[in-house]
């Protein structure tokens, strides 16, 4: 699958990287090590076209977040419910709970 780079960054490119987890599931795993497309920062880098950065350092600048939070994305444990709750309170300005969520049947795509 090609994936052209895109212009936008913030919370409009985090959006963006979840419709595309969403649309493509087995195309993420947070379990796989920093380097891999799979993780959501690694996505973070392939829709940013910066394949030679480092994840975490490339999100912060990228998706204009805290250090903190790109680690709590970035943990191999983190949950695609954990992950939707979290774009949806940061689409909404509430800055990005990272909180727990519970599992749902399926996750709508966010309007970007």
């Given at each position: 699958?090609?994936?052209?780079p895109?212009?936008?960054?913030g919370?409009?490119?985090?959006?963006?990287?979840?419709?595309?987890?969403?649309?493509?599931?087995?195309?993420?795993?947070?379990?796989?090590?920093?380097?891999?497309?799979?993780?959501?920062?690694?996505?973070?880098?392939?829709?940013?076209?910066?394949?030679?950065?480092?994840?975490e350092?490339?999100?912060v600048?990228?998706?204009?977040?805290?250090?903190e939070?790109?680690?709590?994305?970035?943990d191999?444990?983190?949950?695609?419910?954990?992950?939707?709750?979290?774009?949806?309170?940061?689409?909404?300005?509430?800055?990005?709970?990272?909180?727990?969520s519970?599992?749902?049947?399926?996750?709508?795509?966010?309007?970007?």
């Amino acid at each position: 699958m090609k994936i052209s780079p895109v212009k936008y960054r913030g919370k409009k490119l985090f959006l963006r990287v979840m419709n595309h987890i969403i649309k493509h599931p087995e195309e993420w795993s947070q379990v796989n090590p920093c380097g891999t497309p799979c993780c959501v920062l690694g996505w973070v880098r392939i829709f940013c076209g910066k394949m030679d950065i480092c994840c975490e350092i490339n999100a912060v600048n990228e998706l204009k977040i805290s250090k903190e939070v790109a680690e709590w994305i970035f943990d191999p444990y983190r949950t695609l419910p954990e992950l939707y709750h979290f774009a949806k309170t940061f689409k909404e300005g509430v800055g990005g709970e990272m909180t727990g969520s519970k599992p749902r049947k399926s996750y709508p795509l966010f309007k970007i």
